[in-house]
């Protein structure tokens, strides 16, 4: 089992910017790769910024030069540095743990992100 507490979120202005952190217990060394997605009500969860343990990164289109994911492993942690936040990222932020040798995937509670106009 993997646990994973997600800190950060919150409400700002279109322009700003927020940092959400996630720290993962437990069975760490089985997974391959972490990330963030995000959900608006009524639509799909999307992926929006992954990190293998290798530290190769993935970024959605919507956020590649505006956000930036990292990883210390020495702390179990997950960073997501959000630049330039837009209304249209608004949703609920989730910290992703996978594990590709059965493709099992963990998540945390959620993060609101609330970007004004």
């Known amino acids: 089992q993997v646990q994973l507490l997600e800190s950060g979120g919150g409400l700002v202005q279109a322009g700003g910017s927020l940092r959400l952190s996630c720290v993962a217990s437990?069975?760490?060394?089985?997974?391959?790769?972490m990330g963030w997605y995000r959900q608006v009500p009524g639509n799909q969860r999307e992926p929006v910024a992954i990190?293998?343990?290798?530290?190769?990164?993935d970024y959605a289109d919507s956020v590649k030069g505006r956000f930036t994911i990292s990883r210390d492993n020495a702390k179990n942690t997950i960073d997501l540095q959000m630049n330039n936040l837009k209304p249209e990222d608004t949703a609920v932020y989730y910290c992703?743990?996978?594990?590709?040798?059965?493709?099992?995937?963990?998540w945390g509670q959620g993060t609101q992100v609330t970007v004004s106009s």
């Open positions: 437990g069975s760490i060394l089985s997974l391959s790769s």
């Open positions: 992703n743990a996978h594990r590709s040798l059965d493709a099992h995937d963990y």
């Open positions: 990190i293998t343990n290798g530290g190769r990164t």
